[in-house]
């Protein structure tokens, strides 16, 4: 079964920047859409950013502007360059696919996600 491992968090003043990294097993970059997700306590958690085989991104209002999401499909690997970050920002955040029409809310395979705190 697909493996995800998230890196990359840490604590960071308000308006640093920080680079999560996602590593991935079972050959899903060349295949499916890849995504970074978050979710801040007592919060659902929320797709910020995310990326198709093509190369074609997109975000959530929230971080637009502002996060880039990067993949490399020979590597198995999922980044996403945050910068002027904002305590807004502080959550886990987690890689996972990205499925079309909704269906990414039923995803059970998850890591155990990476820790970014903005302090103010």
């Known amino acids: 079964q697909v493996q995800l491992v998230e890196s990359g968090g840490g604590l960071v003043q308000a308006g640093g920047s920080l680079r999560l990294s996602c590593a991935a097993s079972g050959s899903i970059f060349s295949i499916n859409a890849m995504g970074w997700y978050r979710q801040a306590p007592g919060k659902q958690r929320e797709l910020v950013a995310d990326i198709t085989t093509g190369g074609s991104t997109k975000y959530a209002d929230s971080v637009k502007g502002r996060f880039t999401i990067s993949r490399d499909n020979a590597k198995n690997m999922l980044f996403l360059q945050m910068n002027s970050l904002k305590p807004e920002d502080t959550a886990v955040y987690y890689c996972?696919?990205?499925?079309?029409?909704?269906?990414?809310?039923?995803?059970?395979?998850w890591g155990q996600g990476t820790q970014v705190t903005v302090s103010s």
């Open positions: 996972n696919v990205v499925l079309p029409l909704g269906y990414s809310r039923l995803l059970s395979n």
